[in-house]
C-alpha cells in the first residue's frame, strides 16, 4: 500500500464504528467512512471534542452537526495551501490519501531536466495541479464544475502559485481530450481522478464502468512520444489495483514501454497504528522509482 505519512496539518486520529476522527489543522471532524466496519473502543479523546460531525442518512446522503467550527479555514502541505470547507456528501474540498500521488509525479517533474506540461482531468480543487505547477511543470487543469475550478484558483494564490503557469478550464474531460487530438496537443504528465459517475457541463454522463477503459485509448492518444508519467485514480468498489494494472498495461505500455505499479493507497491512523484504505491508484512511468 502506497501511504500518505508525510502530513503535519491532517492526521486520521481514530477510527471505529463505521467512521473516521479527523484532525484538519486546529480542528477535527468525525466523518462517515465505509472502509471502517471494525467497531473498536473509541479510545481517541477526540471523539468527545469533535468541531464537526457528518451524520450519514439510512435513506441516503446525510447532514452535518456543527460544534464551534468556522465556515472556512486552511491547512498546508509543504508549500501548499488549502482552502477547506464542509459541504454536502460529507466533503471538505481535499483528499489527503492523494498527497502519496503528489510526491511520486512531483519527484518525476523535478527530475525530468526539461519543461513538462501536465494534464490534469477531473481535477477537482486543484490539489494535484498545485503540487505539479510547484515542482516545475506547466499545468492544464479541468474540471466541469465551475465552483471546484474556481476554489482551485483560491488554493493556487493561497499556495503562491497564482502566477504559475496553470491554464484552468471547465469544460467536460472527456469533449476536451478529443478536442485536444483534433488540435495534435501533447503532454508529458496525465493525472486521472475520474468519478464514478457523473455528469458533464451539458449534461454529458459518466460511468466509470463504462467509460473509463475507452477513455484511457483517448488520453493515449495525447500523451507525448517521451512522456513521463501517467497516473489513474479510482474510488470505486470493483477498479481494485489489478484492474488500474491491467488497463494502463494493455493501453500505455504497449504503445510507449515503460512499466505499471497499482496498489492501494491509505491513510495511518494514530490510534491504532492500522492504515485506513482510501482507494486505489494505477501508475505509468519508464522508470517506475
Known amino acids: 500500500m502506497w501511504i500518505a505519512d508525510h502530513w503535519k496539518d491532517y492526521e486520521v486520529l481514530d477510527t471505529s464504528g463505521g467512521e473516521k476522527l479527523e484532525r484538519w489543522g486546529n480542528y477535527t471532524l468525525v466523518r462517515p467512512d465505509p472502509q471502517v466496519i471494525w467497531n473498536t473502543k473509541k479510545a481517541h479523546p477526540g471523539w468527545k471534542k469533535r468541531n464537526g460531525h457528518y451524520h450519514r442518512s439510512s435513506k441516503g446522503g446525510g447532514e452535518w452537526e456543527f460544534f464551534d467550527l468556522p465556515d472556512e479555514w486552511s491547512i498546508s502541505y509543504g508549500s501548499l495551501n488549502f482552502h477547506l470547507k464542509p459541504f454536502k456528501f460529507k466533503h471538505t474540498g481535499l483528499f489527503p490519501e492523494q498527497a502519496v500521488n503528489w510526491d511520486w509525479f512531483s519527484e518525476k517533474i523535478r527530475k525530468a531536466g526539461r519543461p513538462l506540461k501536465v494534464l490534469n482531468l477531473f481535477a477537482y480543487t486543484g490539489g494535484a495541479t498545485l503540487a505539479a505547477a510547484a515542482a516545475g511543470a506547466s499545468v492544464t487543469h479541468v474540471d466541469a464544475s465551475k465552483g471546484m475550478v474556481g476554489w482551485a484558483k483560491e488554493n493556487a494564490v493561497s499556495s503562491g502559485l497564482g502566477g504559475a503557469p496553470i491554464r484552468w478550464l471547465v469544460d467536460d474531460c472527456v469533449k476536451f481530450v478529443e478536442r485536444e487530438i483534433r488540435r495534435g496537443n501533447k503532454y508529458d504528465g ?100
Open 190 to 289: 496525465i493525472i486521472l481522478d475520474p468519478p464514478s459517475y457523473g455528469r458533464g457541463p451539458k449534461g454529458e454522463i459518466w460511468k466509470i464502468e463504462d467509460s473509463v477503459y475507452p477513455f484511457i485509448e483517448l488520453t493515449a492518444q495525447i500523451l507525448s512520444k517521451d512522456a513521463v508519467f501517467y497516473l489513474i485514480n479510482s474510488y470505486t468498489t470493483g477498479l481494485q489495483p489489478a484492474v488500474l494494472s491491467y488497463m494502463i498495461n494493455s493501453v500505455i505500455v504497449k504503445e510507449f514501454g515503460g512499466c505499471v505499479e497499482a496498489q492501494e493507497i491509505g491513510l495511518p491512523v494514530t490510534q491504532s497504528g492500522l492504515v485506513l484504505p482510501c482507494g486505489a491508484s494505477g501508475r505509468w512511468s519508464r522508470d517506475i522509482k
